[in-house]
């Protein structure tokens, strides 16, 4: 089994920073695609961003320049710096592994942007 637990997720003001965490645990041997997805209220589930084994990276639209995806192999950990962050960036932030043909996901964590 493959489990994923994020941390990092708070409140914080308009134009704020917050940096999420994402730590693998489990059957896994080498880190792989790792991303973060986000989901609001009444709203569909949505690619954040991405970082592939190769170390290449893919943001949505409305966070580049703003957010930055990392890894830690050693750790199999993936995180998400995100800078500037606006009202609409408030949603529940959830972890991703691509691993053996399978998706994998942690339970989320919340991030509140507000004043």
């Known amino acids: 089994q493959v489990q994923l637990v994020e941390s990092g997720g708070g409140l914080v003001q308009p134009g704020g920073s917050l940096r999420l965490s994402c730590a693998a645990s489990g059957s896994i041997f080498n880190i792989n695609t790792m991303g973060w997805y986000r989901q609001a209220p009444g709203k569909q589930r949505e690619l954040v961003a991405a970082i592939t084994s190769g170390g290449s990276t893919r943001y949505a639209d409305s966070v580049k320049g703003r957010f930055s995806i990392s890894r830690d192999n050693a750790k199999i950990t993936v995180y998400l710096q995100m800078n500037s962050l606006k009202p609409e960036d408030s949603a529940v932030y959830y972890c991703?592994?691509?691993?053996?043909?399978?998706?994998?996901w942690g339970k989320g964590t919340l991030v509140t942007v507000s004043s």
């Open positions: 991703n592994l691509k691993y053996a043909g399978a998706d994998y």
